[in-house]
């Protein structure tokens, strides 16, 4: 093994763990959503994440930003809450790996956006590759209304279609706030600010979850912060485009954690439309190297 692949490997590995410990925290949401709703899963898991992320940032003596910057975090944090609402909420009714396979088409749709919003050209098989990734959405979706077809089923696939358009507009967002901000910093303000936003609905939405829940909030805001931290020491030592991959471990994940803890069986036709898709974003980040450089892995 050469000196190079030693020191690629160590990053790989950690990041590879870091996106087992996200979907970790997916599969504890998913749960608590079905239990207490989707507004309150984040709301009480997100205070727990801002306390552990205010305890990081005292520690490490982060730097209070300009004003400018704390716009970038505001703006970015207000897109995640909805974000992850939508995400978590459509979780609740859309098994574990189906949901993951389908949020997998977000890398695609940020092409287009940042055509439209960083003026950056979109080659010919870029274009392929979103047609390529749109079928392979489709296949998982019809598969999934073919048969148990449920009108909360169908909510729940567009709530999570629609949370993967802002998952892609997050990481345009994601590109700029990455050359300002150091990652706990953007914790910070980024749990910060979607507590604040929750905050205002807490009068007509809020629920003191049940003292048998607070394990699982717990435990998912240490994962999720968990994983913030592995996935971002190892993009700080590899380049974006050899871990990217990693980020598609997380159906194997969800699809582990759906089975054993959700009793959810993954069928073929999931596998098919997911490879579809985890094919199309390959061929399209292999076409924009330059880009794919920028890009830092996001914790909602």
Known sequence: MSQHDKNVAIPFAVATVGIA???IMDGL???????IGAYNAMLWRTLI???????LFLWKKGRW????????????????SLMAFLFFWGLAYVPLAEAIGLSFIAPLIALYLAAVLLKEEISRKSVW?????LTGTLVVVGGKLGGEYSQNMGNGIAAILLSAVLYAYNLILQRQQALIAEPIE?????????VAIYLLFAPFLAVVPPVELAANLAAAALVGITSLLLISWAYARAEAKILIQVEYTAFIWAALFGWLVFDEEVTAVTLAGTLLIVSACLVAARQRPDQTERIEPTVV
Do not use: C, Y
């Open 186 to 194: 953007i914790a910070f303000f980024q749990n910060g600010t979607v």
């Open 49 to 55: 994440s801002l306390m552990l992320a205010g305890i």
């Open 129 to 133: 590759a979103s047609m390529v990734g």
């Open 29 to 35: 949401m998913k749960g608590l959503s079905m239990e």
């Open 21 to 23: 410990t996200f979907a």
């Open 65 to 80: 930003p300009d004003n400018s910057i704390i716009r970038v975090h505001l703006w970015r944090g207000t897109v995640t």
